[in-house]
């Protein structure tokens, strides 16, 4: 079992920057390939970036492209997703999640693990 944290949600205005990290605890972090997905209210939750263990390889969607990078730190257990030049859009909450496929990929059903999430809200 892993279980995963997120945290450094919080209001922002639109611009702006935030930076959301993801713990995790449990299994060696450094097997699974890690994302971070978002939901906003009314809509469906949608995937925003994924790393590869060794942190070689990142995906992400094209909303987010320029303006998110994900990273990740395995001597800390931990994810972060650096969010700048923010939109209203953005608003969603945030989930990490942790998979140990053999695909890295935008899918929920990729991911084995899920956190709790955290909120970012984005005034214009």
């Known amino acids: 079992q892993v279980q995963l944290v997120e945290s450094g949600g919080g209001l922002v205005q639109a611009g702006g920057s935030l930076r959301l990290s993801c713990a995790a605890s449990g299994r060696t972090f450094s097997n699974y390939f890690l994302g971070w997905f978002r939901q906003a209210p009314g809509k469906e939750r949608e995937f925003v970036s994924a790393?590869?263990?060794?942190?070689?390889?990142?995906y992400s969607a094209d909303s987010v492209k320029g303006r998110f990078t994900i990273s990740r730190d395995n001597a800390k257990n931990t994810v972060y997703l650096l969010m700048n030049s923010l939109k209203p859009e953005d608003t969603a909450v945030y989930y990490c999640?942790?998979?140990?496929?053999?695909?890295?990929?935008?899918?929920?059903?990729?991911?084995?693990?899920w956190g709790q999430g955290t909120q970012v809200t984005v005034s214009s």
């Open positions: 999640a942790a998979g140990t496929g053999q695909a890295m990929g935008n899918i929920e059903s990729q991911y084995d693990y």
């Open positions: 790393i590869n263990w060794r942190g070689s390889m990142i």
